[in-house]
């Protein structure tokens, strides 16, 4: 149902949406039982015999489900973020003087409320590109830091998967610990404030989407379900 | 002693893993039996030091027979992480204890680790050991005291250079040239003390949060510029034996080891022996089935405190804290802070009385919010932040659809 003199773009392949989709329920589930874990929230019921319940054990196996599931999409999007045959985001993050005109290009758009649009508005644009980029550097620490703590679990040296993995865990995830602070509770509180970080990057992200479709007009919330958006063709095209 | 301790003590102290390895092979314990034996041959050569009993009539004192010993000596070579066959080694170390001077001193403390060694209900055998362990200064246990005090200390120091173990009670005043301790009628600051008698130890073991990471004294705002031991003294083997107190089982520990192999025990990245403190509280916890199950003591005296549950939402910090108090407990495994029915505060790790010792999970501890300054809890300056976003927002959205211009149609 195009729109007289309007173009479709695609902006997502399916993997892309696949991977977005996917990281939104990991987040539902990850803050869910990650708010649990901090903070046990809710009461399982005295009543119940100890081993009906299992209600933290759970939660904790659900949040280091997701954890390995974004985990894994992390590490697709790196690879994509650099070798992308669609589209490479690092070239629209990397500080050239096309990209921070853009930046602020955008940036002034929202501010302005739209009275100023001095941009490409068909391609992924560098401000929005910071931003994703802002939330994979958030995920990558939440990765990082949760590993760390997850590790701890592991004093003997020995997992179900080989002395290996505690040992990598080390390697990789030590030096949070004094980046952080220097004790291991500094883990824990960085991992838990980054996670509010997250929610408020959700939140604006939303409702940039939402905004850009509104006042744009061109079907921006599209892109995460249908992969396209439509800009108005060039008059001189 | 013939036994070149500073080279072993060295490769042992170099010794890097997070790995706690129980069981390194038969090859490996048949040498280190060899090296015991060896060891424990040429001590016995020595005579005893000028120390105040002998274990055997001590035992027998307070009523202990020879198999309580035994059952001892057992228990004490599983948790140094041996063989059962090394089970009449530690036994003789324990007679030999008397044989390796100790010299122990006391900067910015309140004495709790000499008060948890010296006093528990009945005294057991850990606790004859350290009476009858060579301490040759101690200045709340001696006699002595003043010039006298003193004078005995430089004679030990003199009789037994480079072979006695220094333990250090207590952190370490930096602030103000280290003037706000000093010792002796000279007024040596406790940093030149300190040095001073590190330059001829063995080894020198911190015992104590204090001196291991300047504990309550170095607590926020630090007045004092506290300091633990391995901040000062450089160039030594430390042994870092942390809690609040530290726990009598792992002073005998270090010292029998030392006794046993004339070398330290394998150490941790923070140089804590890895057999007391290779494990978490909360792997080892006899609650955590009611932490797996999420049942909790809500309230201090509630439902759930009367069955036993876990103390998770009260603050227990058992989950980021590593030490072996689950397994060895106190007072010769009569009980532990957690098995009495209040959270571990996390006293055997670094900053704990700022970080750890609250009683609130930690989502909830009031602590510096990156913000600064202010004491928020951690969720308290999330939602806040969310709340400021939430507003932002809120006053774009409005402004977009009063003053918002749409682009235009075609
Ligand atoms: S009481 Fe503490 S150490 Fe024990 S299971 Fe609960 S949280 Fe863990
Ligand atoms: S249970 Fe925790 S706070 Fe208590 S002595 Fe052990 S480490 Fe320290």
Known sequence: MKKEGYKSVKRMTPAMRTIHWVNFFSMIVAIATGLYIGHPYYQSF?????????????????????????????????YLYFFSRFEQPWRKVIPTKQNIKEFFEVLLNLLTLNRRKNFDSSHADSFNTVYFTIFHILLAWMLLTGLQLYVHGLASGESSIGAWWPWMLHVATDWTIPVTGGTLMDVRISHHYTMWFIIVWVIFHIYYQVWRTIYWREGDIAIAFGGEKFVKEQKEA | MGIDKHDSVKSLFTAQSAKVNTNRGDAYYEKLYAQCRARLDELKALAPLNNRMDFKESIEEEGLDRRDFMKWASATTAMLMLPASFTPLVAEAAVLMNRVPVIWIELQDCAGNTEALIRSDGPKIDEIILDIISLEFNETLMAAAGHQAEKQLEDAVEHFKGKYLLFVEGSVPMGM??????????????????????????????????????????AAPNPTDAKGV?????????????????????????????????????????????????????????????????????????????????????????????????????????????????????????????????????????????????????????????????????????????????????
């Open chain 1, 46 to 78: 005295i009543a119940d015999p100890a081993v009906d319940k299992y209600v933290m054990a759970w939660n904790r196996w659900g949040h280091f489900m997701v954890a390995i599931i974004f985990d894994v999409t992390s590490i697709i999007v790196a």
């Open chain 2, 177 to 218: 040239d280290g003037y706000y301790g000093t010792i002796g009628a000279n007024g040596e600051t406790f940093i030149d003390h300190l040095t001073r008698l590190a330059k001829d130890a063995a080894a020198v073991v911190a015992v104590g949060s204090c001196a291991t990471f300047g504990g309550i004294p170095a």
């Open chain 2, 230 to 410: 391995m901040d000062v003294v450089k160039g030594k083997p430390i042994i870092n034996i942390p809690a609040c107190p530290a726990n009598p089982s792992n002073m005998v520990g270090v010292i029998l080891h030392y006794v046993l192999t004339g070398g330290i025990p394998e150490l941790d990245s923070l140089l804590r022996p890895k057999f007391a403190f290779g494990y978490r509280i909360h792997d080892n916890c006899e609650r955590r089935a009611h932490f797996d199950a999420g049942e909790f003591v809500e309230e201090w005296g509630d439902e759930g405190a009367k069955n036993n549950f876990c103390l998770y939402k009260v603050g227990c910090k058992g989950p980021m804290t590593f030490n072996n108090c689950s397994i060895v407990r106190y007072n010769e495994g009569v009980n532990w802070p957690v098995g009495v029915g209040r959270g571990c505060i996390g006293c055997s790790e670094p900053d704990f009385w700022d970080k750890y010792a609250y009683e609130r999970p930690m989502a909830n501890a009031n602590i510096k919010a990156p913000t600064g300054g202010v004491e928020k809890s951690v969720d308290e300056f999330g939602l806040g932040l969310l709340t400021a976003a939430g507003v932002g927002i809120a006053i774009h959205a409005a402004a977009s659809a009063v003053a918002g211009k749409k682009s235009e149609e075609n």
